[in-house]
């Protein structure tokens, strides 16, 4: 069974960093597996904010975060890393890890969370205005 834990969550000002791990355990390698980002901000439902193929390394981006965040991998670690810059205040809620077990290398990685089997227990970041 995939676990995954994520931290680095925190409160930080407007136009901050921070930057989430997410650390993957339960499978002797996740090659073939997709690896999302997902956040919920309160009173919203669950979005997409990036992915990250394990093989190969192509991401996909919500275009709200386009620029500002970047989604990496560290293989050896088997851990997922989501880079935050120039923190908004909108960039409030709490981010998810998931990963997606069964998509296609052919295609970009998936955004509907539906496609995303296993999840964290989430981060709460919070951006202060």
């Known amino acids: 069974q995939v676990q995954l834990v994520e931290s680095g969550g925190g409160l930080v000002q407007t136009g901050g960093s921070l930057r989430l791990s997410c650390a993957a355990s339960?499978?002797?390698?996740?090659?073939?597996?997709?690896m999302g980002w997902f956040r919920r901000a309160p009173g919203k439902e669950r979005e997409f904010v990036a992915a990250?193929?394990?093989?190969?390394?192509?991401?996909s981006y919500a275009d709200s975060v386009k620029g500002r965040f970047t989604v990496s991998r560290d293989t050896a670690k088997n851990t997922v890393y989501l880079q935050m810059n120039s923190l908004k205040p909108e960039d409030t809620a709490v981010y998810y890890c998931?990963?997606?077990?069964?998509?296609?290398?052919?295609?970009?990685?998936?955004?509907?969370?539906?496609?995303?089997?296993?999840w964290g227990q989430g981060t709460q970041v919070t951006v202060s205005s």
């Open positions: 998931a990963a997606d077990f069964s998509s296609s290398a052919l295609l970009p990685p998936r955004r509907d969370r539906t496609d995303y089997a296993s």
């Open positions: 339960g499978r002797r390698t996740f090659s073939g597996y997709t």
């Open positions: 990250i193929r394990w093989s190969g390394g192509s991401t």
